[in-house]
């Protein structure tokens, strides 16, 4: 069975926080990102990871041309993410434009099953 987790932009929810906190977050999140050789940052967003165990947690996503990191920013929820794209095996697209013009939709990402019988 593969593991599914979802992936919904925050924008929406964040609207309080001051864009130069945002970007003090920012870099004190993905500082400790070590790329490897030839790897390149593709995009960073603010973005809320909905945990299978712990619910909706706020934090920060960075993909790279190798693989997927998500660092929470809640300070009581610890929750880190390290999948290589190749252990990715379908995308999905939730929702979509709300009725105030914003875009609230999500990612739907399932990963391959790698545990052996």
Known sequence: ???PFSVYNSNALDTH???????????ELLAEVCLLPGEDRIIDKD????????GAV??????????LYF???DTDVAVMLDVPLGAISRVEKMGGASSRGENSYGLDITCKQTAQP
């Open 71 to 73: 660092k929470s920013s």
């Open 17 to 27: 926080i001051s864009s130069t906190s945002r970007e003090s977050l920012k870099m």
């Open 1 to 3: 069975m593969a593991a």
């Open 58 to 67: 706020k934090g920060k996503v960075l993909i790279t041309n190798y693989r």
């Open 47 to 54: 973005i809320i990871y909905i945990c299978p165990f712990r």
